[in-house]
């Protein structure tokens, strides 16, 4: 599409200057500027500066939907499938982990009708990875002990939490965390990892 890349620097700017002054804090004029395009064409696209946050988690949760989407309805046991779609969102939470800090951080400040639609999307995409638990659970490969709610509600509880520890510049990637929390989640399911690599055999 033609215009697109002016969207683009749009969110770009706004991650931006987000992320380094607040979402309160910065104005629609300052981003706007910073994009070097006029008010007029950023609400050809966003609605308002509410929607401009939206659309930072929305595109990042978006991108993970059909990612999990595919590993779900793709080849392999429900433990290869479930380690593949843990390891996943973690790696691309950590990949972007500046979109998913500026919206946990400000999410609040949202209009209540906003905040409803964002928690309904963030519920399909974890209703989505439940299944998964569900499945394992319900064929016997997977331990009940613990309802697939809480076991998901737990993981993703870490998976928000990535942005007040994890630097791309640390000791490990966002791969390589992502592999160790799929092993942790699998572990706290009883379910059996491979002998040689401590992974779950993909």
């Known amino acids: 599409m033609k215009d697109e890349p002016v969207r683009q620097r749009l969110l770009a700017e706004a991650t931006r200057l987000f992320a380094e002054r607040g979402f309160e804090s910065t104005s629609v004029q300052e981003v706007v500027v910073a994009a070097g395009v006029t008010k007029g064409a950023m609400y050809h696209y966003f609605d308002s500066k509410d929607d401009l946050l939206h659309e930072i988690y929305a595109r990042v949760l978006r991108m993970q939907m059909d990612r999990l989407t595919q590993i779900a309805d793709g080849p392999g046991t429900v433990q290869q499938r479930l380690h593949r779609a843990a390891a996943d969102v973690v790696e691309t939470t950590a990949a972007n982990l500046d979109d998913s800090k500026i919206f946990f951080r400000s999410n609040h400040l949202?209009?209540?009708?906003?905040?409803?639609?964002?928690?309904?999307?963030?519920?399909?995409?974890?209703?989505?990875?439940?299944?998964?638990?569900?499945?394992?659970?319900?064929?016997?490969?997977?331990?009940?002990?613990?309802?697939?709610?809480?076991?998901?509600?737990?993981?993703?509880?870490?998976?928000?939490?990535?942005?007040?520890?994890?630097?791309?510049?640390?000791?490990?990637?966002?791969?390589?965390?992502?592999?160790?929390?799929?092993d942790l989640l699998l572990t706290s399911l009883d379910a059996p990892l491979s002998g040689g690599s401590g992974h779950v055999d993909e």
Do not use: C, I, M, N
Not at 131 to 138: I, K, P, S, T
């Open 110 to 182: 949202l209009a209540p009708e906003t905040q409803k639609t964002v928690r309904a999307e963030r519920r399909r995409y974890h209703e989505r990875f439940r299944g998964l638990v569900a499945e394992g659970q319900r064929t016997g490969v997977f331990s009940d002990r613990v309802p697939a709610e809480l076991v998901v509600d737990f993981f993703f509880g870490s998976v928000h939490h990535l942005g007040s520890w994890f630097h791309a510049e640390g000791p490990l990637t966002g791969a390589q965390v992502g592999r160790h929390f799929a």
